[in-house]
């Protein structure tokens, strides 16, 4: 993957929005050095399927190679998401210190982005968002190559979260709430919204619930 700038002025951008924002702290730069590879790693896998052209650049022979860029808010809410929701799963020793600094990273998330993705939610390996400014996206089951953009929200009724299936794309404004089950391939249209009800894979969904518009998405 190729990075805009350096690695260490990366974790150094981190550290210095933490200590400005919050406060900060030895354990923060010690947990964040500690999980940095596997945050890379999870972070080149995510960044090398998506397709939008801010995410690659093209090499001489026409090849695709995975780029990040810290400056680019959504690259960066990416990164802030991959690195506390690592540090969160995978810290062993200092669960409270994890749990400080994952909350300093959170919290600086919603700061730059105005997106509301808590790291205790789990995101599928490969899931990707656009301008999501004012998007909450709650703890339901994401499927691979969920997508979302401004203004969505993923939410619980009572306590129950939906389950989204594989290459599901929310635009603008949409929501899937509650004891909703949401099969591959869907697009959920701007403005949608869908509550405690079933769609089948690959439909376009339109209007809200009680009286959702579901229509098979056809192939070009």
């Given at each position: 993957m190729i990075y805009r700038f350096p690695l260490r002025n990366v974790k150094d951008m981190l550290l210095n929005q933490i200590g400005n924002n919050f406060f900060r702290s030895i354990d923060d730069e010690m947990l964040i050095t500690k999980h940095f590879s596997k945050v890379l790693e999870r972070l080149e896998e995510n960044v090398s399927k998506n397709d939008n052209k801010y995410y690659y650049r093209l090499e001489e022979e026409g090849k695709r190679e995975a780029y990040f860029d810290p400056l680019h808010t959504c690259q960066w809410l990416l990164f802030l998401y991959l690195t506390a929701n690592t540090i969160y799963r995978y810290e062993d020793e200092k669960r409270e210190a994890a749990r400080v600094v994952c909350d300093k990273i959170?919290?600086?998330?919603?700061?730059?982005?105005?997106?509301?993705?808590?790291?205790?939610?789990?995101?599928?390996?490969?899931?990707?968002?656009?301008?999501?400014?004012?998007?909450?996206?709650?703890?339901?089951?994401?499927?691979?190559?969920?997508?979302?953009?401004?203004?969505?929200t993923v939410g619980n009724v009572n306590e129950i979260y939906p389950v989204i299936g594989s290459q599901v794309r929310m635009q603008e404004g949409s929501r899937i709430l509650g004891n909703s089950h949401v099969g591959d391939g869907c697009v959920i249209s701007a403005g949608a919204m869908?509550?405690?009800?079933?769609?089948p894979a690959h439909s376009l969904v339109m209007g809200k619930s009680p009286h959702l518009i579901i229509k098979p998405l056809v192939e070009a």
């Amino acid at each position: 993957m190729i990075y805009r700038f350096p690695l260490r002025n990366v974790k150094d951008m981190l550290l210095n929005q933490i200590g400005n924002n919050f406060f900060r702290s030895i354990d923060d730069e010690m947990l964040i050095t500690k999980h940095f590879s596997k945050v890379l790693e999870r972070l080149e896998e995510n960044v090398s399927k998506n397709d939008n052209k801010y995410y690659y650049r093209l090499e001489e022979e026409g090849k695709r190679e995975a780029y990040f860029d810290p400056l680019h808010t959504c690259q960066w809410l990416l990164f802030l998401y991959l690195t506390a929701n690592t540090i969160y799963r995978y810290e062993d020793e200092k669960r409270e210190a994890a749990r400080v600094v994952c909350d300093k990273i959170y919290g600086q998330s919603k700061t730059v982005s105005g997106c509301d993705l808590y790291y205790e939610v789990e995101m599928p390996v490969h899931f990707a968002f656009d301008h999501p400014v004012g998007s909450f996206m709650g703890r339901a089951k994401y499927g691979d190559g969920f997508s979302f953009t401004q203004n969505c929200t993923v939410g619980n009724v009572n306590e129950i979260y939906p389950v989204i299936g594989s290459q599901v794309r929310m635009q603008e404004g949409s929501r899937i709430l509650g004891n909703s089950h949401v099969g591959d391939g869907c697009v959920i249209s701007a403005g949608a919204m869908v509550r405690n009800e079933d769609v089948p894979a690959h439909s376009l969904v339109m209007g809200k619930s009680p009286h959702l518009i579901i229509k098979p998405l056809v192939e070009a």
